[in-house]
């Protein structure tokens, strides 16, 4: 299932552009690419039909690629606008968030592409579509994983500031609107603190989220979730597609069609993060199998997810958010299968025990995949795992739902609003109650990536061995060989 076209591309782009880590130069990355795009398609076994149309598709998009790096058309990573003092003219996105003693940090989106966040002593509210010219020195931060984020270009000493207020709303700054009015409602009716988490999921804006809830959150190993991702996008098109069918049941490709829409609003509501974008993606291409009545490959819209993101943005591969995101996706994919087909409590008699112990082993196993498939990427980027993330992960994984889902509800005006923000308002008290409650016990909140690594190798190694035994094939027991044979080997040994 991993040689379809989308799939080889997503993988393809994945490998090639990390040559941008050493050497961002386009052109030899576009090269690269089409090498190995070339290679891929002429030695592997198992190609799909249709074989000159998808070599005919690799060359057009390394013809562009290679046009767009050589001409400059591709906007200029941060990391090359360092130091650099300019004259900037942009839109305002509607983004403001305080900056403790520096003022306020107002995000631009420039006429050039960039994101720059504009720091001022005074709140300037401004609006979505504002005009806003000034003179300053940029700065952005040096890690090479911020390559792929427009927004790390920093300038804390603007001169010479002109705002021109728009008059009229244009269609593409409604989504900043309504992520303004839906976090400004959700804080408002639930609370500063429990609204600012809340708002944070249901829009991915932390501007009220403190230092002190977000290094609780990162110490419990569920930062996450204060985070627009997969988990958010499906949950909110899967309650949009059953109500949806229970309005129009004889529709269901309609539904589904509504539903690719409302998946792309949300995308952009949360301002197109790559987590958002993959997670649409993926949902549209399965949604798009329900309409056209075939069943979507998850592998194979999970490669074209990779290929539209890093088409639009190669640096993006640099980015952290992307590896997490799509090994996280990966491994719940591959893994999920497995895990899914192990019911343990599948003969328990009563149906309410039955229930609740499977949501309990279902919170479990997505934990365990999502943890173990990230692993290389904690590793590689040396990143801390807490010993308290599978705890807290498996302990919150019944609460965001319902914080997400009335949390959106809550936008609507009247007694339906304030009800779904008082549940909205519990859910997210006993998430942080968790957080709380982890971060006190000092040996939960732990920092340690050698110890997570061990453990979830152990139990990754224990579960793959278990599933090849049960549930495999004999002739596809890969692993079960690698054990015979050196099993064989050492009892062989002379002793």
Known sequence: MLLNPFARIGLSFTVTLFVLNFCPDFTIAAFVTAAVCFLLCLFWKRLPGRQGSAIAFFSAMTAALLFFGTQGLYWTPACLLDGQTMTICGEATGEESPCGEYGTLTVLRTDSGERVRLCTKEKMNLNPGDRVRFVGKLHADNAWSNRAERAFLYCWAP???????????????????????????????????????A??????????????????????????TIAVSGLHMNLVVLALYRFLSFLFRTR????????????????????????????????????????????????????????????????AVCD????????????????????RAFQPFARVKPKALKKALTAVYDAVSVTLCATVSCMPVYVWQNFDVTCACFFTNAATFFAVPPVLVTGLISALP??????????????????????????KVEWLSL???????????????????????????KENRFLLKILCLLRQVNRNKPK
């Open 447 to 473: 920092f340690s990536v050698q110890a997570a690594l061990i453990a979830s190798a152990i139990a990754f190694v224990g579960t793959l061995i278990y599933f090849y035994r049960k549930k495999v094939p």
């Open 252 to 315: 269901r490709r309609f539904c589904a069609l509504l539903c690719i829409a409302a998946a792309w609003l949300y995308a952009a509501v949360a301002d197109f993060t790559p987590s958002a974008v993959r997670a649409c993606v993926t949902t549209s291409v399965f949604l798009g199998g329900i309409a056209l009545y075939r069943k979507a490959n998850p592998y194979n819209s999970l490669g074209l997810a990779a290929f539209l993101i890093l088409l639009c943005n190669p640096y």
């Open 159 to 197: 001169k010479n500031i002109s705002v021109q207020k728009t008059q009229t709303v244009r269609l593409r700054d409604v989504p900043q609107y309504m992520r303004r009015t839906l976090f400004d409602r959700i804080v408002s009716l639930v609370g500063k603190e429990n609204g600012a988490v």
């Open 414 to 439: 009247g007694t339906v609003g304030r009800i779904s923000a008082r549940l909205c308002w519990l859910c997210t008290k006993y998430i942080l109650f968790v957080v709380e409650c982890v971060e």
């Open 199 to 224: 708002a944070a999921m249901v829009t991915g804006d932390k501007s009220l989220v403190s230092d002190d809830i977000r290094n609780a959150f990162s110490v419990s190993g569920i930062s996450h």
């Open 320 to 339: 952290l958010s992307f590896e997490l995101s799509f090994s996280a996706a990966f491994g719940l994919i591959w893994l999920g299968e497995k895990m």
